[in-house]
């Protein structure tokens, strides 16, 4: 079974600028979540979607927006780029109702200059 | 302060030594408990999970959960160079909640 897939793996933007990162869950999975990985901060939850629906939410600004469509693909959405947002964008993919076994994809880089 | 401390190290040890890697959390409301491990420059890997309090042995691996302590632990026994990697610790209250997950232990097994 394919894992989770994550486009592009690498991106640099500049400040003001935005960017949309995409992920593909394993299939059968239909519960998306995203995090953000930081040197400083670790890995921190930003949202997790579940049939097209937004059901969790972390202490992100709203610049930070996804969305899920009816195939369980996900997008991750930053606009007004910030240089903290330089970070490794993670998506996990889990069975709805099963958030212990959630399976990571290999991340997006994302650099803001 | 943060829910879930974990010693980042670095963790250095000889190939074949007993490792062993903690996580402490204040949240008593945390149910489930993982381990994932993270090469460089991969995402992270889920090693194994445990509900509530107990122990799970997985190969190697022997995760133990002490509810009464907040506190958890990750054993990897006959450790190799292959095992050099980020262990993040994670937990939730529920299953189907958020993540919360500890700042991860770099460690590096050598030859």
């Known amino acids: 079974k394919a894992g989770v897939t994550q486009t592009p793996r690498y991106l640099i933007k500049t400040r003001g600028q935005q960017v949309t990162l995409s992920c593909s869950p394993i299939?059968?999975?239909?519960?998306v979540s995203w995090y953000q990985q930081t040197p400083g901060q670790g890995l921190q939850f930003l949202f997790e979607y579940f049939s097209e629906t937004q059901r969790n939410k972390g202490n992100f600004p709203g610049r930070f927006s996804g969305r899920q469509f009816s195939n369980s693909r996900s997008e991750m959405n930053v606009s007004t780029l910030e240089l903290g947002d330089s970070a490794l964008y993670l998506c996990?993919?889990?069975?709805?109702?099963?958030?212990?076994?959630?399976?990571f994809g290999p991340g997006t880089r994302l650099l803001v200059l | 302060q943060k829910e879930v401390e974990q010693d980042p190290g670095p963790l250095s040890v000889p190939e074949g030594a007993i490792v062993s890697l903690n996580c402490t959390y204040s949240?008593?409301?945390?149910?489930?408990f993982m381990w994932y491990r993270q090469y460089s420059r991969k995402g992270p890997e889920l090693l194994m999970y445990t509900y509530s309090s107990g122990n799970k042995e997985d190969g190697r691996f022997t995760a133990q959960v002490d509810k009464s302590s907040k506190y958890i632990s990750l054993f990897i026994r006959d450790s190799q160079p292959s095992d050099s990697a980020t262990y993040l610790c994670?937990?939730?209250?529920?299953?189907?909640?958020?993540?919360?997950f500890g700042e991860g232990t770099q460690l590096t097994v050598n030859p």
């Open positions: 994670a937990m939730t209250k529920t299953s189907g909640s958020r993540l919360t």
């Open positions: 949240n008593s409301a945390f149910q489930y």
């Open positions: 299939s059968g999975h239909r519960s």
């Open positions: 996990a993919s889990s069975v709805p109702g099963f958030q212990e076994t959630q399976y």
